[in-house]
């Protein structure tokens, strides 16, 4: 099976896609092991500071040696320039933040998931004459399940998953699934910076595992 498919196979069968970024290489590392221990098989890990190519590249070395079957994406991709560089670096798949047209030509060259931000009809349309097959809604909070029911309908070979403000609550995930989604994306939610800057491992681990079982029951 092709890379393209094991992915969009697996996003919604995990159900969250984590999603975070630390300046700190370690810090980064220890969140993907603390992932990968809850069951956590593709993360994303987001372009948003300097040190992200970097770490990018250590975490898929520590994928390769010690995690298997990790894939990872990369998101905050706004350029092609960007793209080409995390594909460069190991990255398994591609996410932005919004429709960007040029990085549908990188994803296509390295037969790669694109994952655009969308917020409007509009734009989900644009996104699947592009090709893409997983929307990622965006901010999710402000856009709320009763957005992916009134649409859904339109889009039937699209997956939806949206990120920004979900919370790890059984009526929040609950009612995002009810309304259809493949998936959610979790940040700060779950990576918290009380998790990042205490170093708070293990407790990472539980939430994760909490959240993938919310995740199994609102299904």
């Given amino acids: 099976m092709d890379k393209?498919?094991?992915?969009?196979?697996?996003?919604?069968?995990?159900?969250?896609?984590?999603?975070?970024?630390?300046?700190?290489t370690?810090?980064?590392?220890?969140?993907?092991?603390?992932?990968?221990?809850a069951g956590i098989r593709t993360v994303e890990y987001t372009n948003r500071g300097e040190a992200a190519l970097k770490n990018f590249a250590k975490l898929r070395e520590v994928c390769d040696k010690e995690l298997g079957g990790m894939y990872l994406g990369v998101g905050t991709i706004?350029?092609?320039a960007s793209a080409e560089a995390f594909v460069s670096?190991?990255?398994?798949?591609?996410?932005?933040?919004g429709l960007v047209e040029e990085?549908?030509?990188?994803?296509?060259?390295?037969?790669?998931?694109?994952?655009?931000g969308c917020m409007t009809p509009t734009e989900i349309m644009k996104a699947e004459a592009l090709g893409?097959?997983?929307?990622?809604?965006?901010?999710?909070?402000?856009?709320?399940p009763s957005f992916v029911s009134a649409i859904k309908e339109l889009f039937p070979n699209t997956l939806f998953m949206p990120t920004g403000g979900v919370e790890l609550t059984?009526?929040?995930i609950?009612?995002?699934?009810?309304?259809?989604?493949?998936a959610v994306g979790m940040g700060s939610k779950l990576v918290s910076k009380d998790v990042m800057e205490g170093k708070k491992y293990a407790e990472l681990t539980a939430a994760t595992k909490e959240a993938i079982a919310i995740v199994n029951a609102s299904r």
């Fill in 4 to 24: 393209k498919a094991e992915i969009l196979k697996l996003i919604p069968e995990q159900g969250i896609l984590p999603l975070y970024f630390n300046k700190d």
């Fill in 26 to 37: 370690e810090v980064s590392v220890n969140i993907l092991h603390a992932l990968y221990a």
């Fill in 78 to 80: 706004k350029d092609a």
């Fill in 89 to 97: 670096a190991g990255a398994d798949y591609i996410i932005s933040p």
């Fill in 103 to 116: 990085v549908v030509p990188v994803a296509n060259k390295h037969n790669l998931l694109w994952v655009p």
């Fill in 132 to 144: 893409a097959k997983v929307i990622k809604l965006f901010p999710g909070n402000l856009l709320g």
């Fill in 170 to 172: 059984k009526e929040n």
């Fill in 174 to 182: 609950g009612g995002w699934f009810k309304a259809g989604v493949c």
